[in-house]
């Protein structure tokens, strides 16, 4: 087996030197620019998870929230009745949901020996066949982070944060490399490595070692987008009654909210059911103490985006599901008092397309290095094409949530105003107006 693993890196480093002589833009090292490509997506796919996380709780609690300001919904009318209202709500992002603990892209020894995507080795004949190059090379870099930010730390010189930014954070975090320690696992520090660089042609390592001289000096983490608060407004529009049932509709066209949030669209629909109807007397106008219903709703949100100097895009759809008992008293016809309790499920799937930021294009050679004021752009005639081949991170979450809801409302005519506190993973204040008629 330690012959196989010898011969592995001989055949890999020799690959190295094969894919170094092509050019695709003359101030950029091929080989380096794939690799920087292939680390990018190593950081970012583990991590989208956790950066995303906070903004799956936050929209569910968020979307889930302004169902219901009263409880009673008659057993039968004589002409449908209708209530539409504009629905806000506002949540205060605490401060653990800002950071999260990131993953480092690193591998053991055995994990790149048994990648069997990128290589294969036949302990019969003591062969190698390759299958991705890139690939390849990325698992002995990822080998090296592990041996760098491990039993090495203390002088490789390279780091990792034990914190970064979630979506709602704000804060650099990032990956730093440290070429010199590359070097000296090559010249000797690791005994593998070593062994199969010392069977290169000089021609051949002065080529390696170019390569990892043009590597970049760090890889960076998504920075956030330093939230605090999270706002929204829904339109709503309730539709009764039929056997004590009301028709709940929500519908937002899709529309470019601003910069930030780009291309929005959201839609749901929902019943809610009278249960005190059930426990009042048909022969008798006594009502109740209180009304009782119970609510379920589903609901659909889509969004684009193009974020960042390099446009990359943002798609996420989710699904939500809510299911809600809620109760409402009137108190001598001042006012009235909700409460309820509900139990919220959301979906998200969502794809980033995006290409290297373009820190990392100037340092790779894609770009040139443009002025701190100034927002670069490709110059292909020049030699400085930029990335020309975006990557896609695909990611799906989900999330459950309980929350207590207490509020009041107040009738006016036909218009009534209401608000409400709900008590959660996330908090929310809501508030709204509607009219009926």
């Excluded at 490399?177 to 490595?193: A, E, H, I, R």
């Excluded at 839609?267 to 009502?287: A, C, N, R, V």
């Excluded at 373009?358 to 790779?364: A, F, I, K, P």
């Excluded at 005639?381 to 009041?408: C, F, H, M, R």
């Amino acid at each position: 087996m330690k012959n196989s693993v010898f011969c592995f890196f001989v055949v890999i480093l020799s690959i190295v030197t094969y894919n170094a002589t092509a050019q695709d833009a003359p101030y950029a090292n091929p080989l380096t620019v794939e690799i920087s490509r292939r680390m990018t997506k190593e950081l970012l796919g583990p991590n989208s998870a956790s950066f995303m996380k906070p903004l799956v709780v936050v929209s569910n609690a968020t979307s889930n929230s302004r169902f219901f300001r009263q409880a009673f919904v008659p057993s039968k009318v004589q002409k449908p009745y209708f209530k539409v209202g504009l629905h806000s709500m506002i949540g205060f992002v605490r401060d653990d949901q800002k950071t999260y603990t990131p993953i480092a892209p690193r591998a053991t020894l055995n994990e790149v020996i048994s990648d069997t995507a990128v290589w294969n080795v036949n302990l019969l004949t003591n062969s190698v066949t390759i299958k991705d190059t890139a690939g390849l090379v990325t698992d002995i870099l990822k080998y090296l982070f592990d041996k760098g930010l491990g039993v090495d730390s203390a002088t490789s010189g390279m780091t990792f944060p034990k914190s970064a930014a979630t979506v709602f954070g704000f804060q650099d975090g990032r990956l730093n490399l440290s070429g010199d320690y590359f070097v000296k696992q090559l010249k000797g520090g690791d005994q593998m490595l070593s062994l199969a660089f010392s069977k290169l042609n000089p021609a051949a390592q002065d080529t390696i070692l170019n390569a990892i001289s043009k590597l970049p000096s760090s890889f960076a983490l998504p920075t956030g987008g330093n939230v605090n608060t999270v706002f929204a407004a829904i339109p709503q529009i309730e539709i009764g009654s039929l056997w004590g049932t009301e028709l709940l509709i929500r519908l937002i066209p899709s529309i470019k909210l601003d910069k930030n949030i780009g291309n929005f669209s959201f839609w749901g629909i929902g019943l809610k059911h009278s249960i005190s109807q059930y426990f009042t007397p048909k022969d008798t106008e006594k009502k109740p103490w209180c009304d009782v219903a119970i609510q379920a709703v589903y609901q659909g949100t889509s969004l684009e985006n193009k974020v960042g100097v390099t446009n990359a895009e943002l798609k996420s759809d989710a699904t939500i599901w809510d299911a809600n008992i809620h109760a409402s008293k009137s108190i001598s016809g001042i006012i009235d008092v909700y409460t309820g309790f509900s139990y919220e499920k959301i979906s998200i799937n969502s794809s980033y397309k995006y290409l290297l930021p373009v820190e990392l294009q100037m340092q790779l050679g894609l770009l040139r290095h443009f002025p701190i004021d100034t927002i670069p752009y490709a110059e292909p005639e020049k030699g400085y094409p930029g990335d020309t081949k975006p990557q896609t991170v695909t990611s799906s979450l989900t999330d459950t949530n309980a929350k207590w809801i207490i509020g009041l409302a107040k009738e006016f005519g036909p218009v009534a105003v209401f608000a409400d506190y709900s008590i959660s993973k996330f908090n929310i204040f809501s508030a709204g107006i509607e009219v009926s008629f």
